[in-house]
């Protein structure tokens, strides 16, 4: 069974790599149960390389490491336009780190700013630490944008700790709230709602760089 150190604080992220690796022989640990209280300074200008550093970071403190780094874009704001949320995602527009519920106040001002409704996608970057080696993966940015979704102003009532904007985000077809779908899926292994394609390829690539095996 190996043990692996997931490096982040947000419950959501550690949920989701437990989620994807549960039919693998690992057992998880997190930066609270080794008393880790120092972060590293991101410094990347993509999703991928913020999760290199981190997973560099933290392989000071563990032999397997997992991390990840998302960025946040509106296809109606230009990539230099201060608005666009980027990889600043909790600190916008140079703003002090904000909290899940001030987070929600915010994107819902500036979506209603933009006309109530965006167009809007992740870059999500992965990084894995194992015996002394980097390994890191980030989806196509084209791949990606076909999976956006809308974020609106007005805000589900359900909230998904640690995916604050899951409360503004709603399905291009179904028109329905990630949280409201996560929330009705809570007992099922895996509550984020991801497309099949790319989590089988995050698992492969999750599995290979970690030596994982089957349980």
């Not at 894995?128 to 009532?157: C, L, Q, W």
């Amino acid at each position: 069974m190996k043990k692996i150190l997931i490096g982040t604080t947000n419950p959501s992220k550690i949920q989701r790599f437990i989620q994807l690796l549960s039919g693998y022989a690992a057992e998880f640990c997190t930066l609270k149960d080794l008393n880790i209280t120092k972060e590293p300074e991101e410094r990347g200008h993509t999703p991928r390389e913020n999760a290199v550093l981190k997973a560099r970071f933290y392989g000071q403190y563990f032999d397997s490491v997992i991390c990840n780094d998302s960025g946040l874009y509106f296809d109606e704001l230009a990539p230099g336009d201060p608005r666009q949320p980027g990889l600043n995602i909790r600190t916008p527009n140079g703003l002090p780190r904000l909290d899940d519920e001030e987070m929600i106040n915010y994107y819902s001002e500036l979506i209603h700013s933009l006309g109530g409704k965006v167009l809007a996608y992740y870059l999500d970057g992965i990084a894995v630490y194992h015996k002394g080696k980097i390994y890191s993966y980030m989806e196509n940015t084209s791949i990606t944008r076909e999976n956006a979704f809308y974020m609106i102003d007005r805000p589900s009532p359900g909230r998904q700790p640690g995916w604050p904007l899951d409360s503004l985000s709603i399905y291009r077809d179904s028109l329905t709230y990630f949280v409201d779908e996560e929330n009705e899926n809570s007992d099922e292994d895996d509550t984020e709602i991801i497309p099949e394609d790319y989590k089988k390829r995050l698992v492969d690539f999750l599995a290979e760089s970690l030596s994982l095996s089957l349980s």
